[in-house]
């Protein structure tokens, strides 16, 4: 993915009007610990930070309020990835939030082709939230597999289904 600031990797999250909604940056290097999710105006709406614990790795993310990191909140959600040796070309996650509250519960599921750009996210009734699939023109044409199109249900919270594709994409080293 590439970066709207020179000498860093990240994205930019265009509405169909073709205006700004989200920039992703991390400032460093590709595969980093960290990466930030931003409103247009640059504002900080989320800090994803991967942990790894031996040989499980999760991802955890930290709700900004005012683009100010208060750590006794503590993580808003977290992802933890399925087992990969016995997932037969599917890679899927489950999302826990409200994490920084009685322990969380988990609300959200992510699933996606191995070595594909697309995924969806569900709600733990299976309802699909979000879908993320590769942008084609007009003529049926692919855009590449850095462009994609994001299709979000109403009433859901976007920023969040963003940072969960910005976990998606860093544990598939797209970020």
Request: glycine share 10%; aromatic share 10%.
């Amino acid at each position: 993915m590439k970066s709207l600031v020179i000498g860093s990797n990240g994205c930019t999250v265009f509405n169909s009007k073709g205006e700004i909604v989200f920039r992703v940056d991390n400032y460093q290097t590709r595969c980093s610990r960290e990466v930030l999710l931003m409103d247009y105006n640059g504002r900080v709406l989320f800090s994803i930070k991967r942990k790894k614990l031996l040989i499980f790795r999760s991802w955890e993310g930290y709700k900004w309020t005012n683009s100010e990191f208060d750590p006794e909140k503590g993580e808003w959600f977290k992802v933890r990835r399925k087992c990969k040796f016995f997932s037969r070309g599917i890679s899927s996650c489950h999302v826990i939030q409200g994490c920084n509250k009685t322990g969380g519960h988990c609300c959200y599921k992510v699933v996606g082709l191995k070595g594909k750009p697309t995924m969806k996210i569900t709600d733990c009734t299976g309802r699909v939230l979000a879908e993320v699939v590769q942008k084609q023109s007009s003529g049926g044409v692919s855009l590449g597999d850095d462009v994609l199109s994001l299709m979000v249900e109403p009433q859901i919270d976007q920023s969040l289904i963003m940072a969960l594709v910005i976990v998606y994409a860093m544990i598939n080293h797209k970020l």
